[in-house]
């Protein structure tokens, strides 16, 4: 019964120990983790991977590439021109540079998009897929 009295004690102890040696020296700690994820952000930022040379060069010669999509969500596949709108030039610009290395042409074909248009849609999507568009 001592024993287990003992075991328990040091066992406390050794938590409470732990515990306030973990305590020690916080904020010179949280300042250098703080630092450390600043840098990192830094060093990524500065390094830009160039996805688009990635990529094997293939040429479609002029082919069309037609996107199916939702009327209120066009221009999230296709925009005509750069507005200077954030999302709107990077679509604009992704489209641009796939034109450019594939030798194609992006467009859109639209329907409706509402919940009760949902078969307007998918007979949209049936035919391209029956007429192997």
């Known amino acids: ?3 287990k009295r003992t075991i328990s004690l040091v066992l406390t102890a ?3 120990v732990t515990l306030f040696a973990s305590c020690t020296n916080t904020e010179d700690s949280v ?3 703080v630092t450390t994820v600043a840098e990192a952000v830094t060093e990524d930022a500065e390094t830009e991977i160039q996805y688009l040379a990635m990529l094997e060069s293939i040429t ?3 082919a069309s590439y037609t996107i199916l999509g939702r009327d ?3 221009d999230e596949c296709w925009v005509e021109s750069e507005t200077g ?3 709107n030039d990077a679509v604009f610009r992704r489209n641009k540079a796939v034109e450019e290395k594939y030798h194609v042409s992006i467009g859109t074909v639209l329907t409706a ?3 009760n248009d949902q078969g307007v849609f998918m007979d949209a999507v049936r035919r391209s897929v029956q007429g192997q568009d």
Do not use: P, R
Request: charged share 25%; glycine share 10%.
């Open 113 to 115: 998009d509402g919940w």
């Open 85 to 87: 709108e954030v999302i």
């Open 72 to 74: 209120s969500f066009e």
């Open 31 to 33: 300042t250098s983790d």
């Open 1 to 3: 019964m001592i024993a």
């Open 14 to 16: 050794i938590m409470l």
């Open 60 to 62: 479609y010669d002029g």
